[in-house]
């Protein structure tokens, strides 16, 4: 039987869709790879850095490991970072103190005084071991922005867990003395940058305002209105395609 001109007609558009699809799924197989991580968005767990106020000092009593008294006396003193999650609850801590210190032995005090700062004590929950070094940051950024020109701690010689940690927020063992390693750093000399906001005190958090719902009457009403007017322009145009 003879071919027609519709039947090629039609093959020939058949042919032409298929090599457009396969030209479409080559270049995808040949397009260069995206760089790792270039367009993922990286999701960051919600908590919050800031101050230590009054009622933090039982949680971090218990996290730092010291008398209540002692710690009340360093949230006095604003001397305390903690982490939260969104709801209040205190992971981390950080401990700091300040105190004056002759700029140069040999001079004593006609040579002038400067500020230092101590890291005192660091702790963490078992969750807030992953704020637990941007707390700590966020406490030298405090030292700094009060005009500490370094830093220093004291820690058993044993203890490498805790020297490793104090070597990630930037400071260097000192000659060891005894069974403690003293370590320290140059404030002026370093960026402490926790990447995140010290807020001064707990942030207050408004809940989303909630849209009023429309009234069922109003809303079976409104889809009525909806439906009828398609149904009227309907059945014109079958009117007209009837006349004509």
Request: charged fraction near 25%.
């Amino acid at each position: 039987p003879s071919v027609s001109c519709r039947d090629h007609f039609l093959v020939a558009m058949l042919v032409h869709a298929l090599l457009v699809a396969l030209a479409s799924q080559g270049a995808v197989m040949h397009r260069s790879p995206t760089r790792v991580g270039a367009s993922r968005v990286q999701m960051n767990v919600a908590w919050e850095l800031r101050v230590a106020v009054p009622a933090d000092s039982d949680a971090v009593a218990k996290l730092c490991k010291l008398p209540g008294p002692i710690v009340n006396s360093f949230i006095g003193s604003k001397a305390c970072t903690v982490g939260t999650t969104l709801d209040g609850a205190v992971v981390s801590a950080t401990l700091v103190n300040t105190f004056k210190k002759v700029k140069d032995p040999k001079l004593g005090a006609a040579g002038g005084l400067e500020t230092n700062g101590e890291l005192v004590k660091v702790g963490a929950t078992k969750a807030g071991e992953a704020f637990k070094q941007a707390t700590a940051l966020g406490a030298l950024k405090m030292l700094k922005q009060q005009g500490c020109a370094e830093v220093r701690c004291s820690v058993a010689a044993t203890d490498d867990v805790t020297i490793d940690f104090y070597t990630s927020l930037g400071l260097s063992k000192e000659e060891p003395k005894d069974d403690r390693v003293k370590m320290v750093a140059n404030l002026f000399a370093m960026n402490p940058n926790p990447k995140k906001k010290v807020e001064a005190g707990p942030v207050e958090r408004r809940s989303p305002k909630v849209t009023e719902a429309v009234g069922e009457p109003e809303a079976d009403q409104a889809v009525e209105a909806a439906v009828e007017e398609p149904a009227a322009e309907t059945e014109g145009v079958k009117e007209e395609v009837t006349a004509a």
